[in-house]
């Protein structure tokens, strides 16, 4: 799936991106927000097995890869921060620029609208929820720009896919 606007496409995750995701997760503009970079290792690479129910990408532009994101059916998640949201037909989403020079150039917002065109695919999706730390503010942006409304009495972002352009 391609946006128009920045050429921008996600490519399913293979073996042969965990050393460029390894590299992302050690970068210093990365760490303060995905601080068990084992954890996420360990999960990319039992993506056929324990997590097949998480779909893993990497964001691309023409041939050049700039970051990672997934998306997955949170009530499988076994999280429970979801507040009086119901947790069945809820989805989540996590996302990285892992090349500072891509930064601030809005490709993080066409990735998290990417993954919300797939999400609307899903049959049993009705809406997206994403808990980025308080001090994220780069994050608390994006999803903002990307159509997400902050929900205060939950402490999370929402957007419904019904009746809604994702």
């Known amino acids: 799936m391609k946006d128009k606007e920045t050429s921008l496409w996600l490519k399913k995750f ?4 965990i050393p460029l995701l390894t590299k992302w997760l050690d970068a210093e503009h990365i760490k303060p927000w995905f601080t068990d970079p084992q954890a996420w290792l360990d999960e990319v690479r039992e993506r056929e097995g324990e997590y097949s129910w998480i779909r893993h990408y ?3 532009k023409n ?3 700039m970051g990672f994101c997934q998306y997955y059916p949170y009530w499988k998640s076994g999280e429970d921060w979801h507040g009086n949201i119901p947790a069945e037909g809820t989805y989540s989403i996590d996302y990285l620029i892992g090349e500072v020079e891509n930064l601030q150039k809005g490709y993080a917002g066409a990735a998290v609208r990417l993954m919300g065109k797939l999400i609307a ?9 994403v808990q980025p730390e308080t001090d994220n503010h780069a994050s608390w942006n994006t999803l903002l720009s990307a159509g997400y409304s902050y929900d205060t009495a939950n402490g999370l972002f929402l957007k419904n896919m019904f009746n809604s352009a994702v």
């Not at 695919?121 to 929820?129: C, P």
């Open 58 to 60: 990497i964001i691309c």
């Open 63 to 65: 041939s050049e890869t």
């Open 14 to 17: 293979t073996d042969q991106d």
């Open 121 to 129: 695919e899903e049959k049993d999706a009705k809406r997206i929820i």
